[in-house]
Every structure is written in C-alpha cells, then in structure tokens.
C-alpha cells in the first residue's frame, strides 16, 4: 500500500506506531468496531510486520519440506537390491 500524504490538516481519534500484525489488527477493530478514524504510521513502508513475513516463508519451506518426506521418504526405505537378484562377475 503506498503512503499516504493528506493535503489537508486532518485529525484521526487514534494514532497507531507500527504497521505489524498487532499495529494492523488495532487499527481494524478500532476503526470498525468503534467508529474511530484510525492513521497508522509505518518507518519502513511496508505493513505486516517482519515476524508475519519471516512466518510465512519458514511455513512454506516446512510444507516443502513435509511433502518432500511424504513422498520420497517411502522410496528410502524400500530396498535397492533382492535377494533374488544374481550377480555376475
């Protein structure tokens, strides 16, 4: 979401410092919840927070990894040669 730079003198009832996942859900109840004109301010310009954008890649790099496991991990244990097999020199 860019940055916004209101021209005008304008007044919010509350003021929210950090744009993370807490900053973010404040803001929405108290703006819909009760009504209240919210302004949240955010240093790096990017809103969600680094703990939600470290989360959702960590997660995505477990599912990759559990489905890796589902799906070779069986081929592991499977033997590589029988005992039926003759070996010729």
Do not use: N
């Amino acid at each position: 979401m860019p940055p916004v730079h209101p021209k005008e003198d304008t007044s919010y009832d509350v003021i929210v410092i950090g744009g993370g996942s807490g900053g973010l859900g404040f803001g929405r109840r108290a703006s819909s919840m009760y009504g209240q004109k919210v302004a949240v301010v955010e240093k790096s310009g990017r809103l969600g927070g680094t703990c939600v954008r470290f989360l959702i890649s960590v997660v995505a790099i477990l599912c990759e990894l559990a489905f890796d496991l589902y799906v070779f991990f069986p081929l592991c244990l499977t033997p590589i040669f029988s005992e039926d097999w003759v070996l010729y020199p």
